[in-house]
């Protein structure tokens, strides 16, 4: 089975401060995804990669950098967070992509920015 | 552009009680349509899938039907159970470009014993 998995589910943090998450993936995938789920919003995408070293913004990048110098590890940093980042933040990772792929998810980090 | 339209929730329902959740779409060419299932606290994981025009998905007693002429994919399950209370998300992957999934809003169940 695939497994990806997020370093925290809860995180606390102050406004300001540098914040990491961490995702990591066993199943050798090529691309990886940050979300970000609130209410009402569904799922929106932050940033993805297609390979090492390769990363594209997604729908709502500002605030957000990430970092993907393994295949396996995706991280998402939050440089100076703000309280309007608190929110549940997924990684998922899919193969390189034939027409229909599906994308596996990580339990999900929930992050409270005070 | 492409888009995801799902109906608000939450849907309240008694045990055994038949279930629609419904779900439409906008995109260009035959994108492949997904439902994904959040349990409290868990992440989202695959339900169902189809990659072309009146193929059915189906998983664990659920059913949903790519209709290219209507443009939607409506999840179905003739009897649901408490254990299916979740948000319940569709999503597209595109013909072209790099497939990034488009997501619904989501769907609350609530299933009553």
Known sequence: DVKVTQSSRYLVKRTGEKVFLECVQDMDHE???????????????????????????????????????????????????????????????????????????????????? | GNSVTQMEGPVTLSEEAFLT???????????SLFWYVQYPGEGLQLLLKATKADDKGSNKGFEATYRK???????????????????????????????????????RLLVSP
């Open chain 1, 31 to 114: 691309n990886m995804f940050w979300y970000r789920q609130d209410p009402g919003l569904g799922l929106r995408l932050i940033y993805f990669s297609y390979d090492v070293k390769m990363k594209e913004k997604g729908d709502i990048p500002e605030g957000y950098s990430v970092s993907r110098e393994k295949k396996e590890r995706f991280s998402l940093i939050l440089e100076s967070a703000s309280t309007n980042q608190t929110s549940m933040y997924l990684c998922a990772s899919s193969p390189r992509p034939g027409r229909s792929y599906e994308q596996y998810f990580g339990p999900g980090t929930r992050l409270t920015v005070t």
């Open chain 2, 21 to 31: 959740i419904n779900c439409t779409y906008t995109a260009t060419g035959y994108p």
């Open chain 2, 69 to 107: 002429e209507t443009t939607s994919f409506h999840l179905e399950k003739g009897s649901v159970q408490v254990s299916d209370s979740a948000v319940y998300f569709c999503a597209l992957s595109p013909t072209t470009g790099f497939q990034k999934l488009v997501f619904g809003t989501g769907t």
